[in-house]
């Protein structure tokens, strides 16, 4: 049963705001839903539904071996959600990879779809920076690092392959096996309506012009900015200020020094490119 | 059955369960002794892969259960079975260690054996402290067994690491001492300044030692305070005390391995009743730490609502 869509993202492009506009769609309601909505969905890396599901402790597996068994977690959830008869929306970081057994994470059989955020590595770098709290120049070299892993240590969730920025996006868009669909943060803030509309068409979901832009509204990056603020969130680490930090586009120029960009640009060029990140003339078009 | 050799050992006991020692067999053909918490007839080894359960009630591709029967099959480790809450054949895989095997043998398959034998396993780490058995639940990552050895440095008699049977009867609802040993990460050993003087690794590739047990408690014990352990992205603490369905709940959501119980419903059906009595006469509470916390700072904390 194909019941399970992945939110795929590198860390910090977009794919929490999504999950919070896709929570409003579904439930369309008058209110905004709170961001305890999306608390109850946790990412698919999540180390808690690994031990219930699997029925055995992850930080006594090495990561490799976690991997083993994490086609078979989500088989087993897809069958979960298929007694309910619903779709599952699951949050992910992982890079497109395969186990040591050559199965892919995630298993195409159960999957309707993907849809991946990307968003230019040179605002992630900050971003991310201020997520973890740590110096940018960690950030920085993880970016540019082939085998740069989030996690998976000895407690918190499972480990997750991030690989370089432009891996990461090469590995989901060179995939065949699952249908996937690719949002630019940056079209999600400039061109909203029709950015978040080419999602619902993608997901097969009922396309209502009138609910699209309520439930744009009612995830504001600005409303999710002061939910937070009243009533926390818990997938911000425990020394960041906020979650919500500040959405903008070009945020890297205040932060990052001009060896760091050009480091990044080299790396990832044909990438940015790609996304537009880059022009014609190969200038930076943010 | 299982093929290959056999070791029955048999201990006369009133009751089929937990006594105070463990249960020791040694292996010739795997040239391995087996250390298992609590005393069964037999512990068995099989050269052959077992074949798998007809229509069992849960079924997984690593695992099958039954009310009566198991199977976990974990790789590059070993295949278990599991039968009637007294037998347990292990097929090796190749090249695999035998502190992995024990690890998970003391871990997922001990927790298979309590749930056949109905015991009541929870999923946390017991002690006894100012003569109170203490037990701290919780998820795998949330510091119970850090703290467990913080408070046994500071007057605290250890019980049991990870896994704590309670035995509910009448009114009494006692912590069952299973001699697991205590399993510390190489910082937390740090943080709680033990010298690892060569301490034994749980799993040759994981930074995670067996921490030899000084003194621990070896008869039943009232269980006084159920404290379930979370964690947050707050600075502070939080402690509620659970009443009520919700009470309830959370003792159910600290079963250790509740996900087999979805092959045993005559099990569960038992635990039901096992869990109001003891919803009705345990005091349960639930405490959310920072993430980045220090260990004593927790313990503090703790001994604040123990003492409460």
Redesign the interface.
Known sequence: MKNIVWLVSYPKSGNTWFRMFLSNYLKNTAEPVSLEEIESTPIASNAVDFEEVIGLNPFELTAEEVDFYRPNMYRILSQKVEMEGETSYKKTHDAYTLNAKDEPLFPEEITRGAVYFVRNPLDVCVSFANHSTKEIQNTFTLLLNEKASLAGNKSGQLRQMLMSWKSHVQSWREQTLIPIHMVRYEDMLQSPIATFGSVITFLGLEYDKARLEKAIINSDFKLLQQMEQKNGFNEKMQKCKNFFWKGTIGTYREYLSEEQVKRIVDYNYDAMKEFGYIDEQGMLTV | MCKGFYWQIWFPLEESFAQSYNFHSYHQTYNMMTDFPIVMKGIEFSPDEFEPLPNPRLS????QVDERDFI?N???VASFRVRDGNHVCIHPHENADSASIQ??LN??IL?AVLHQQRILPFHGCAFEYNGKGILICG?????KSSITAAFCQNGGRFINDDITPVRIKGQGTNIIPIKTKIKL?D?TLLKLKIENENFEK??P??N?FYLPARESSSAELHLYHLIILG?????GFEGNKLNGMVKYNALRNQIY????LKGMPETEKTYFKQLFKLASTVRVTQILR???CDIYETMNCIKKEIDR
């Open positions: 997984f591709p690593h695992l976990m974990i790789n590059h690890l998970f871990g997922s927790g998820h795998s990552g949330t510091g990460w910082d749980i799993r590739t994981i995670k964690k947050h992205n707050k600075d391995r509740k996900m087999y920072p993430d980045i």
